[in-house]
């Protein structure tokens, strides 16, 4: 089935905003946007054999603008916190733009989630969206270029495959910050979705900052213990500095010390509509958000969205790993090929 195309709305520049439609036999339809390569919309079949919305987002181009959350956008090309918006590479020290503190969150207010992609190719069950990031951009070396592949296969498995390119050696730690709620996104608090994770170790962060001290801790034996399965809620509100540094879970998980195989990492699970999320990386970790910084405000189709309404996998280089001693670096060399692959299934059960 060819890939539909409608119109969404007008980027603030005037240019259109479209909305891609893949779709597989079972009738499961991921919606994409070229604005941030966004992930509009993941509809499923619940156990009760209604569709579902598993992720979160916006009815209007205008409110993905305004909305601070980064709804299911690509984020690049450096996806979570560098320390002070600053680092050194080959000797040279790049001042980065300011959005979280003193750190460069995200990219900086004009990170690839706010740029148009182009739509370079498409094919029945995948689309390719591409983009440039110039020469300095947000603080960042060298002409930068983008795609990332979106498949829908028959498996339900939405695959994220990126790939990209620069002129200058440049930071690239490139992933998507999709809002998950199993329970549809109109459903409220994921509290109660049940959540394993492969992840034996996580790395601890500075008081206030999100940063992690470059220490590798185990999970054993605390609050971040998620290899035994648990609800989202089960420990959150525990009198747990690490929780009350960043408000709940917003932490780096390891899957692995450098880029390499690729692993199972997570599976969540909703026991009321009985979808089953498990993710898939090559990369060396995954950001676990869990929403703490929501606030209320209308999502899609009028659903009110709050605190901890959504949470996300967001596969990475460990936050501020350009300036880290022994976390591996998110370091794309000029004229070789930066590529990854992050896998979200979906059943039923
Ligand atoms: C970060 C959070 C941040 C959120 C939205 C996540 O990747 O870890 O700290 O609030 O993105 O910006």
Same mark, same amino acid.
């Given at each position: 089935?060819?890939?539909?195309?409608?119109?969404?709305?007008?980027?603030?520049?005037? &240019?259109?905003?479209?909305?891609?439609?893949?779709?597989?036999?079972?009738? $499961?339809?991921?919606?994409?946007? *070229?604005?941030?390569?966004?992930?509009?919309?993941?509809?499923?079949?619940?156990?009760?054999?209604? %569709?579902?919305?598993?992720?979160?987002?916006?009815? !209007?181009?205008?409110?993905?603008?305004?909305?601070?959350?980064?709804?299911?956008?690509?984020?690049?090309?450096?996806?979570?916190?560098?320390?002070?918006?600053?680092?050194?590479?080959?000797?040279? !020290?790049?001042?980065?733009?300011?959005?979280?503190?003193?750190? @460069?969150?995200?990219?900086?207010?004009?990170?690839? +989630?706010? #740029?148009?992609?182009?739509? $370079?190719?498409?094919?029945?069950? #995948?689309?390719?969206?591409?983009?440039? +990031? &110039?020469?300095?951009?947000?603080?960042?070396?060298?002409? %930068?270029?983008?795609?990332?592949?979106?498949?829908?296969?028959?498996? @339900?498995?939405?695959?994220?495959?990126?790939?990209?390119?620069?002129?200058?050696? !440049?930071?690239?730690?490139?992933?998507?910050?999709?809002?998950?709620?199993?329970?549809?996104?109109?459903?409220?608090?994921?509290?109660?979705?049940?959540?394993?994770?492969?992840?034996?170790?996580?790395?601890?962060?500075?008081?206030?900052?999100?940063?992690?001290?470059? /220490?590798?801790?185990?999970?054993?034996? !605390?609050?971040?213990?998620?290899?035994?399965?648990? $609800?989202?809620?089960?420990?959150?509100?525990?009198?747990?500095?690490?929780? &009350?540094?960043?408000?709940?879970?917003?932490?780096?998980?390891?899957?692995?010390?450098?880029?390499?195989?690729?692993?199972?990492?997570?599976?969540?699970?909703?026991?009321?509509?009985?979808?089953?999320?498990?993710?898939?990386?090559?990369?060396?970790?995954?950001?676990?958000?869990?929403?703490? %910084?929501?606030?209320? /405000? &209308?999502?899609?189709?009028?659903?009110?969205?709050?605190?901890?309404?959504?949470?996300?996998?967001?596969?990475?280089?460990?936050?501020?790993?350009? *300036?880290?001693?022994? %976390?591996?670096?998110?370091?794309?060399?000029?004229?070789?090929?930066?590529?990854?692959?992050?896998?979200?299934?979906? $059943?039923?059960?």
């Amino acid at each position: 089935m060819a890939v539909r195309k409608e119109l969404f709305g007008k980027s603030r520049d005037g &240019k259109e905003i479209m909305l891609y439609t893949l779709r597989n036999s079972m009738g $499961t339809e991921v919606k994409i946007m *070229n604005l941030g390569a966004t992930i509009v919309s993941v509809l499923f079949q619940d156990k009760n054999e209604c %569709f579902r919305d598993v992720v979160l987002g916006y009815d !209007t181009v205008e409110d993905y603008y305004n909305g601070g959350c980064y709804y299911g956008a690509l984020i690049g090309r450096s996806g979570n916190r560098i320390d002070k918006a600053k680092f050194s590479l080959n000797g040279k !020290t790049y001042s980065l733009a300011v959005n979280d503190n003193e750190n @460069n969150l995200h990219s900086g207010p004009n990170g690839l +989630d706010k #740029r148009i992609f182009e739509l $370079t190719k498409e094919c029945d069950d #995948r689309i390719t969206l591409t983009v440039q +990031d &110039k020469d300095l951009e947000q603080g960042y070396p060298g002409n %930068f270029c983008c795609s990332v592949t979106y498949i829908l296969n028959e498996e @339900n498995e939405l695959k994220l495959h990126y790939e990209a390119e620069c002129d200058q050696d !440049t930071v690239c730690n490139l992933t998507n910050h999709t809002y998950f709620n199993l329970g549809g996104q109109e459903s409220g608090s994921i509290l109660n979705t049940q959540l394993w994770l492969a992840a034996k170790e996580y790395t601890p962060v500075i008081d206030g900052q999100a940063i992690p001290t470059g /220490e590798y801790a185990p999970v054993a034996g !605390t609050v971040f213990d998620f290899t035994q399965p648990k $609800t989202i809620g089960r420990d959150i509100e525990a009198d747990e500095p690490q929780l &009350k540094y960043v408000g709940g879970y917003d932490h780096n998980f390891v899957i692995q010390r450098e880029q390499g195989i690729d692993q199972r990492f997570a599976e969540a699970y909703n026991p009321e509509t009985g979808i089953c999320l498990e993710a898939f990386t090559d990369l060396p970790g995954f950001q676990f958000y869990s929403g703490n %910084f929501m606030k209320d /405000e &209308k999502g899609k189709k009028g659903a009110q969205y709050t605190k901890r309404c959504g949470f996300c996998l967001e596969t990475q280089f460990y936050p501020n790993s350009i *300036n880290q001693e022994g %976390f591996a670096k998110p370091i794309l060399k000029a004229g070789s090929k930066f590529a990854s692959t992050t896998t979200y299934r979906f $059943t039923v059960r």
